[in-house]
């Protein structure tokens, strides 16, 4: 069965620092993949999305996440992390050849310390 | 500022109302979609609406009751709801019912039963 999975529930760093969240993915085919950023309170927010093409995607707000089919991964990373960056991530696979679904993993929640 | 609408914010409400969840965008997206969202957890699918015809029922409860009065307009009715589904909500929409294309999400709704 196609599934994700984020395996860093929580991460901390401090602002000003790189950051890398992991997702890894489980599914026969190449699939569609995107990461999503939600802060308290709010909806989802679209980063990135990846269909084919080039493995390194860039995305809004500094983003950028690298395919890896070698390793079933859409890691997302970011130079510098910002105070404002601290939400709930989430790596999402939608399947390709059938409507509807996004298959969510179950997010990394990102602490920022000054 | 999100493209997709919903309203209201935030629902307090008793077992026995029946109250209604609207969402609306203008991208003229053609698939429009219901999730519902406990806390530190992934959003769960619970309906698809495909050019305007419901598509998609993920086993929900019949105390929800979607609606699609056009293509740019979502209901969610609410009727003898239990505590267990107070959540937030959130309505999504995309170009088409294809699972390329990306989700745009609203704020949600923030549903409390008492």
């Known amino acids: 069965a196609q599934s994700v999975t984020q395996p860093d529930i929580h991460i901390t760093v401090s602002e000003g620092a790189s950051l890398e969240l992991r997702c890894n993915y489980s599914y026969g085919a190449t699939p569609y993949l995107f990461w999503y950023v939600q802060s308290p309170g709010q909806g989802l927010q679209l980063l990135l999305k990846?269909?084919?093409?080039?493995?390194l995607v860039q995305g809004i707000k500094g983003f950028e996440a690298e395919f890896k089919r070698s390793q079933s991964s859409f890691n997302l990373r970011k130079p510098s992390v910002h105070w404002s960056d601290a939400a709930e991530y989430f790596c999402?696979?939608?399947?390709?050849?059938?409507?509807?679904?996004?298959?969510f993993g179950k997010g990394t929640s990102l602490l920022v310390t000054p | 500022d999100t493209e997709v609408t919903q309203t209201p914010k935030h629902l307090v409400m008793g077992m026995t109302n029946k109250k209604s969840l609207k969402c609306e965008q203008h991208m003229g997206h053609r698939a429009m979609y219901w999730y519902k969202q406990k806390a530190k957890k992934p959003p769960e699918l619970m309906f698809v609406y495909s050019y305007e015809k419901l598509s998609i029922n993920e086993s929900v409860p019949s105390r929800f009751s979607p609606e699609c009065p056009n293509s740019s307009l979502l209901n969610l009715h609410l009727h003898a709801l239990q505590p267990e589904d107070s959540a937030l909500y959130l309505c999504?929409?995309?170009?088409?019912?294809?699972?390329?294309?990306?989700?745009?999400f609203g704020d949600g709704t923030r549903l409390s039963i008492l």
């Open positions: 990846y269909f084919s093409g080039d493995t």
């Open positions: 999402a696979v939608g399947l390709s050849n059938s409507g509807y679904a996004l298959n």
């Open positions: 999504a929409s995309s170009q088409e019912d294809r699972a390329r294309e990306p989700q745009h």
